[in-house]
C-alpha cells in the first residue's frame, strides 16, 4: 500500500514537472537520437526522472503537434500528451528499438490515446464510433508512423509532402481521414456519402501512387 501511495505521488510530481515545459520544436538527426535515446532509455528504465525530461524537451512538440491535428483542441491535446510521455515512463519496454525509432513509438501511442478519447467522447454523445484501423492498417499504420518521424530528415518530409500532394484529392482524403479519425473503410464511405467499393479502390490505388513517388521503408512494400 505505502508503495503503490508513493509511485502515485511520484507520478504526479512527474507530471506536474512535464506541464511546466512548453513544448518547443528542435533540430533533430536521427542517428544521434537512436544512439542518445537508448541511453536515456536506460536511464528512465532505472527511475530516472531527469531522463523524461530530456525526451520530453525533446519530442513533445512533435508529439503535440500530432495530437492537435487529431483532437483539434489545444488543451486536450497537452493532457493526452502528458498521458504519452507518462505511458514512456511506467511502460518503457514496451517500445522495441529494433522495430523502429522512439519518436515513431511516441507517436503511436499518442494517438491511439488521442482515438481512445475522441471514441469516449463520441460515446457520451451518443454517436457509435468506431477507431479499428481500415483494410491495409498496418500498412497505413508504418507508413504514418514513418512519414511523421520523416521530420529527422528535410528531404524525406520534403517527398513526403511533394508524394501525398500528387495524390488526387479524393484519394488523399481517404488517407488522411482513415489516420487523423481513425475511421473505416465503411465508415469513410459514410462519412464521404460514397460506394464502400469506391472507398477502397481510392485507398488502394492511393497506396500504389505512394509506393511507386517514394524510396525506401515507407511501410508501402507490396504483398
Not at 100 to 117: E, M
Not at 131 to 149: C, F, H, P, Y
Request: hydrophobic residues 40%; charged residues 30%.
Amino acid at each position: 500500500m505505502l508503495r503503490a501511495s508513493r509511485a502515485g505521488a511520484e507520478a504526479g510530481i512527474l507530471g506536474f514537472r512535464l506541464s511546466m515545459i512548453r513544448p518547443s520544436p528542435l533540430k533533430l538527426n536521427a542517428q544521434s537520437c537512436d544512439a542518445e535515446d537508448s541511453e536515456l532509455l536506460a536511464r528512465i528504465r532505472s527511475g530516472d526522472p531527469d531522463a523524461l525530461i530530456v525526451l520530453y524537451r525533446k519530442y513533445s512538440a512533435r508529439v503535440f503537434s500530432l495530437l492537435c491535428r487529431i483532437l483539434e483542441d489545444p488543451l486536450t491535446a497537452e493532457e493526452i500528451l502528458q498521458d504519452t510521455f507518462h505511458r514512456l515512463w511506467l511502460r518503457s519496454e514496451l517500445f522495441d528499438p529494433t522495430k523502429g525509432l522512439l519518436l515513431s513509438w511516441l507517436f503511436t501511442v499518442g494517438r491511439n490515446l488521442a482515438l481512445d478519447y475522441k471514441r469516449k467522447e463520441s460515446r457520451r454523445a451518443g454517436i457509435n464510433v468506431s477507431i479499428e484501423g481500415v483494410e491495409d492498417s498496418d500498412r497505413l499504420e508504418k507508413w504514418m508512423q514513418n512519414a511523421t518521424a520523416a521530420a529527422f530528415d528535410e528531404n524525406d518530409s520534403e517527398a513526403l509532402r511533394e508524394a501525398m500532394n500528387e495524390l488526387p484529392e479524393k484519394q488523399r482524403k481517404v488517407i488522411e481521414l482513415a489516420y487523423w479519425e481513425g475511421l473505416t473503410q465503411e465508415e469513410l464511405a459514410v462519412r464521404l456519402g460514397e460506394p464502400l467499393g469506391t472507398v477502397k479502390t481510392r485507398v488502394r490505388l492511393a497506396f500504389k501512387k505512394l509506393r511507386e513517388k517514394l524510396s525506401g521503408d515507407w511501410g508501402l512494400c507490396s504483398r
